[in-house]
Nanobody
Framework: QVQLVESGGGLVQAGGSLKLSCAASGRTFSRYAMGWFRQAPGKEREFVVAISWSGGRTAYADSAKGRFTISRDNAKNTVYLRMNSLKPEDTAVYYC??????????????????WGQGTQVTVSS
């Protein structure tokens, strides 16, 4: 089993930055692709960004491109999401997820097997 725990969420002013972390425990996830998703109240959970197990391939939602950066440190079993130039519309619960896919990076929720509990990000105007 792989357990994922997000941290780093909080309240930030528009234009500010925030760095989220996702710590994995249990079975190693060094061969897992990792993704970040978010869900705002009343909306469906949506893809934000993902990274391959090697870190060599990434995929970004248009809303995140140029502002968010995903990275991973397999030695620490941790995935990061650096968010810059935050906007009120970024307000959501952010979830990290792990996929057993070892080659491709997926954008679909159904491709991810393990999920964290989420961390709240609130961006004030």
């Amino acid at each position: 089993q792989v357990q994922l725990v997000e941290s780093g969420g909080g309240l930030v002013q528009a234009g500010g930055s925030l760095k989220l972390s996702c710590a994995a425990s249990g079975r190693t996830f060094s061969r897992y692709a990792m993704g970040w998703f978010r869900q705002a109240p009343g909306k469906e959970r949506e893809f934000v960004v993902a990274i391959s197990w090697s870190g060599g391939r990434t995929a970004y939602a248009d809303s995140a491109k140029g502002r968010f950066t995903i990275s991973r440190d397999n030695a620490k079993n941790t995935v990061y999401l650096r968010m810059n130039s935050l906007k009120p519309e970024d307000t959501a619960v952010y979830y990290c997820a792990a996929s057993s896919e070892t080659v491709f990076v997926h954008r679909e929720l159904k491709e991810y097997t393990y999920w964290g509990q989420g961390t709240q990000v609130t961006v004030s105007s």
